[in-house]
């Protein structure tokens, strides 16, 4: 097997969703699930998870099949973590119902042998504490991205900080982007984060796209508006993965491949939403992103320069 140029470390989980129209237990989700079904379609792409011994042998092949390196992911005995959460009626909010972590409790990430040198890597949304270890079994990565939520931020701020100056970019929504700066200004915000030591802050805002700011640049990208959208788990993640598995294929992070990667994101976080779970990720390949990308470009495009 040859090394993945992306690594993700992150969740495997069983999630229950329930929205309006339909509710579901026991559907594969997790972040580290998320992300690598979208980035795989763009750079080889490995896990760093673990799975209890209820993990379901369909899951594994799922996975597999789609040609996810599955060499870092580990099964511990006892359950799989179990996420539950409610949306309203717009698709827009969500409330937690339940979160159980199982195995994820004691999860301590290792990188197999082959992943260590990988270029690219994204540490999904877990203890920062975690996400230190991590990198210190990495040998020089050209990439880290790195996410994170309000839980983190209030609880482990200080190896958060500790984070900051050793990632690339930080993936956060506009309200996490409020907590951990101070600053309800996205522009304030994204100087804060470079002020700790990253330098590309990625603000996720939900049904209204995204914006990538770097200190020379600022990217704004809005959602692909579809009109069926039924479940929006995984959107964050698989917009992270889209962006950073483009980033990896094109092995370039300049500015110009980061706004195209905040395009790609975009595209493969649309087609994340469309179905419950990650099936409609499981079935995307490249055609299908171009095909919505020249799509995008239509729809962002405005033909004259001067007003
Ligand atoms: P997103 O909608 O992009 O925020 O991702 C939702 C996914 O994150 C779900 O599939 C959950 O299983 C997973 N998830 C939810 N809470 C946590 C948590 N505390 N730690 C890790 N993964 C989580």
Redesign the pocket.
């Known amino acids: 097997m040859t090394s993945p140029n992306l690594v993700v470390v992150?969740?495997v989980?069983y999630?229950s969703i329930e929205t309006d129209a339909q509710a579901q237990k026991d559907v594969l989700?997790?972040?580290a699930?998320?992300f690598s079904l979208a980035s795989r379609v763009l750079a080889p792409t490995g896990i760093v998870a673990v799975i209890g011994d209820d993990f379901k042998a369909e899951h594994k092949s799922l996975l597999a099949n789609r040609g996810v390196d599955l060499a870092g992911l580990e099964t511990a005995p006892g359950e799989t973590?179990r996420?539950g959460?409610r949306y309203d009626s717009e698709l827009k909010d969500?409330e937690?119902l339940f979160?159980l972590l199982n195995v994820?409790a004691d999860f301590s990430p290792k990188m197999p042998a082959g992943y260590r040198n990988a270029p690219y890597v994204f540490l999904?949304?877990?203890d920062p504490e975690l996400q230190l270890e991590v990198l210190n079994q990495c040998t020089g990565p050209r990439f880290v991205a790195c996410d994170t939520?309000n839980?983190w931020i209030q609880g482990k701020l200080e190896p958060l900080l500790q984070l900051l100056p050793r990632i690339d970019a930080l993936f956060l929504n506009d309200t996490e982007a409020y907590e951990l700066t101070g600053q309800r200004n996205l522009l304030l915000a994204a100087r804060w984060i470079q002020d700790h030591g990253t330098p590309i802050a990625v603000i996720k805002k939900g049904e209204h796209g995204a914006v990538i700011i770097t200190r020379d640049d600022i990217v704004v990208v809005p959602a692909f508006l579809l009109p069926d959208v039924s479940d929006?788990?995984?959107?964050?993640?698989?917009f992270a993965g889209g962006m950073v598995g483009a980033l990896a294929r094109l092995d370039d992070t300049s500015p110009d491949a980061l706004r195209l990667a905040a395009a790609v994101g975009t595209i493969t976080a649309s087609y994340c939403v469309q179905e419950f779970g990650p099936g409609r990720l499981a079935s995307l390949d490249l055609a299908a992103i171009q095909e919505r990308l020249a799509t995008y470009w239509d729809r962002i495009h405005t033909p004259a320069k001067e007003l």
């Open positions: 992150g969740s989980a999630d989700g997790g972040s699930t998320y973590f996420w959460g969500r937690t979160t994820f999904a949304n877990f939520m839980f929006p788990t995984g959107a964050g993640d698989s």
